[in-house]
């Protein structure tokens, strides 16, 4: 019964690496000895339990979508008031550091989206999540009668999704034109006007 057990850790030792190596790297420069080396495998190793090199990029991009979004989740748990749940989740959902390893393999993935449908249907459904996300805040908030809405629920939280993910990639892209506390700023402004209530971080 020790083999299975051993399999599931060598795999979760190669997500790991392979993430690594991608945010250092870029998925364009990612090689099957930078995977190896990271994870103290050799590449006969790696091929043992991926052979497929775009299987295990898929298990990739699914292990830190599911990172981002339930950690994300979780940290809003504790919160009942909606503008704070707003709040905090604007701020968990803009990197704090440039090189955030999650956030880096999250764009770097996003963009085989284009060529394999299973990176697509993985992109789609942390957009669907995200945005229900904060539908149900913006939902909340107005049942409460905190909120103003200035548009249907779902409109606004797209919009937000998508400016949390135009701020993001310009910021893993390490634009200079651009900081972490101004895209925050940018995006809760946008949501104040669209709830009717101040919002700051």
Do not use: C
């Amino acid at each position: 019964m020790a083999r299975p057990r051993n399999q599931e850790e060598r795999r979760r030792q190669l997500v790991e690496a392979t993430s690594v190596a991608i945010a250092d790297r870029g998925l364009s420069g990612l090689r099957l000895k930078h995977i190896a080396d990271l994870a103290g495998l050799s590449i006969g190793s790696v091929l043992y339990y991926y052979p497929d090199l775009d299987a295990l990029l898929v298990e990739v991009h699914e292990q830190v979508l599911q990172r981002f979004y339930y950690a994300r989740l979780g940290a809003l748990e504790g919160e009942t008031d909606p503008a704070r749940q707003l709040v905090d989740a604007v701020t968990r959902g803009v990197p704090e550091e440039l090189d955030d390893t999650t956030m880096r393999v999250i764009y770097e993935l996003h963009v085989a989206s284009a060529r394999d449908g299973r990176h697509a249907a993985l992109l789609t459904t942390l957009w669907e999540r995200e945005v229900s996300l904060y539908e149900s805040i913006l939902v909340r908030g107005a049942e409460s009668g905190e909120f103003a809405l200035r548009d249907e629920p779902r409109a606004i939280a797209e919009t937000v999704v998508a400016l949390e993910d135009a701020f993001d990639l310009h910021l893993t892209g390490r634009n200079a034109a651009l900081d972490r506390d101004v895209a925050v700023a940018r995006i809760l402004r946008y949501l104040a006007l669209a709830t009717g209530v101040p919002l700051t971080p």
